[in-house]
């Protein structure tokens, strides 16, 4: 799968759940976390520090939801240089969950 989807301001939250659905159906192992920080950042999430190889985001919108308490974070595989991967089954399971929540969330 190629990894050239770019948000800009005329983006709307339509393309990024097709691009996060698209992510979701590609027959990869492992998917990059630059590619998905353009679209974290683009959805208004910050990162902020974090243990270990997690990734840690905060974002307003999650800040009174049950479960997330305004924070999500994923496990990073670093592969060396710049190249930071998350594994497909932590996005679907982890990661796919709290943007979709934070989609529905600025949609109201």
């Known amino acids: 799968m190629k990894f050239k989807f770019k948000p800009n301001e005329d983006t709307t939250l339509e393309e990024i759940r097709q691009e996060l659905e698209n992510i979701k159906l590609a027959n990869i192992p492992e998917i990059p976390l630059n590619h998905l920080r353009r ?8 990162q902020v520090q974090a243990t270990g190889s997690s ?6 919108a999650l800040a009174e939801h049950p479960y997330y ?3 999500f974070q994923i496990h ?12 497909r089954s932590d996005y679907k ?11 529905d969330c600025t949609n109201k």
């Open 39 to 46: 679209i974290i950042e683009f959805l208004g999430a910050r």
């Open 55 to 60: 990734v840690r985001f905060f974002h307003p």
């Open 69 to 71: 308490h305004g924070y």
């Open 76 to 87: 990073k595989i670093h592969k060396g240089g710049d190249q930071d991967l998350i594994r």
């Open 93 to 103: 399971a982890i990661l796919l969950p709290a943007l979709l929540t934070i989609i």
